[in-house]
């Protein structure tokens, strides 16, 4: 949900951006390259109901699907399930969590993941939000999310189920962990681990601000896991302190897995503001590591500066956007082990705009290179997403505003590109569009005009394997609609 206090959106009418001149390709293109999207989101199974309005400025955007994931079963690349939040609200989540899963990773079905009250069987909480799935060895699939109380309490909790028939049915509905204000639970990802059976790990980070007020704010890394299948999850610790240094919260926790070692990486944003909490003083991502499945963990190492700026329309910034600011996205090499994390940064638009970076480590993250640039120069992008395929190629999908002209203060054009980069090496990039054409500005406004904080990719196998947002101009109604493909990296 990203809900950290100081958001790094302020100030946003000082920055002046390059706008990016560029014909657009036809909006019915729909696969530049040969390999399909396919549509994935059919249907608004919450469209009655009527539980969630925060106050009479609550505005839900019906029929939107934003913020997906997805998981490809280890054993079966065509076995595929998506997961993202359905009727986004503008003040905080949605109306519930949704899935789609398919057989032959073209037609999809719907289901709905029981995390709200709007979905049958649902937890006890009014919306949700921060979807996010994973497959084990075996074949389960685990799913989790936030539950949100705006009416009837301030709470926040942490939820996982599971399916053991490829994401048709969801069971086992636990609440790993809830809290009432000043607490919040934000941000939470959940991670099957790869050669463990049984074995999964939710991280997130826990906001306290108690008292309420400038100079208390703490933000630890939580963990809940489970070792067998999803049935119970252990009881939430903390397993990265922020205390040492005031006002200072972690965010994006997010856990990879060395296949060869067992080996756990955690990726996080850490932030510390000012006194007042007005201002960020210092920002790094940071990693720490984890070799006896998740009991202990290292002391974090830095990986990069987070180097972000606020999320703008480069040609009215008075218009924000949200996107995966602050967020890293993490990967493994299965055969090397080298680790990779992609992030938004300013570091080569001098602090401008937000573009695609990356770093990589070859020593178990102990040391960690300079940032490379990834997506176009002088282009502002957006969402990094990236995975290693079993041939040690690094793929990154970004939506970026290459197709944007001089002057165009009504449309965003906005298109998502895949990267790909021959055994890491930046040298050996290509670059291809996999969506069409689409207006930013037609998506849900929630604390900016919302895509997700984050879109999926993962390796099935022949390769990569995406699931992306798009928006439907003219469609107030149905504002966006969540698509998948696969495409090969060699």
Known sequence: MRAFLPLTAVATATLLLTAVTGAAPAAADRSPDGAPLTKVSHGDPYADC?????????????????????????????????????????????????????????????????????APGGADFERASDPWVSTGPDGTVYAGGEGIDFTRSTRSALLAATSRDGGRTWHDLTTTHVDEEPFFNDKPSLTADPIRKGTAYQVWDRLDNDPPGPSSLDGPGYISLTRDGGRTWSRARPFVDTSAVPNTQTI?????????????????????????????????????????AGETWSSPVTVARDSSVPEVDPNDPSKLLRSAATLPSP??????????????????????????????????GRTWGAPELISPEGVPAFSPSIAVDEHGTVALTYHDLRFLK????????????????????????????ISRVFDWLQAPYAGGYFLGDYQGLVADGKGVRAVLTETNSGAPQNRTDVYSGSFRTR
């Open 50 to 118: 009527t539980i969630g309005a925060r106050s009479p400025d609550s505005v839900v955007y019906p029929s939107t699907e934003v913020e997906p994931y997805l998981s490809v079963d280890p054993r079966d690349p065509k076995r595929v399930v998506t997961v993202f939040q359905q009727d986004r609200w503008n003040d905080g989540g949605a109306r519930g969590l949704a899935a789609a899963w398919t057989t032959d990773g073209r037609t999809f079905r719907r289901s709905t993941l029981p995390f709200s009250l709007c």
């Open 331 to 364: 990967a493994v090499d299965p055969k090397t082990g080298a680790l990779y994390m992609a992030y938004e940064g300013s570091d080569f638009s001098g602090g401008k705009f937000d573009a695609v970076q990356l770093v990589r480590s070859t020593d178990g």
């Open 406 to 433: 001089p002057g165009d203060t009504t449309t965003l054009p906005t298109a998502y590109q895949l990267a790909t980069l021959a055994h890491g090496d930046p040298e050996r990039r290509t670059e291809r569009r």
């Open 252 to 292: 994006g926790h997010l856990i990879v897995v060395d296949r060869r070692t067992g080996t756990l990486y955690d990726f996080f944003d850490q932030i510390t503001y000012a006194d007042d909490l007005s201002t960020v003083v210092e920002a790094h991502y940071a990693v720490v590591t984890s070799t006896d």
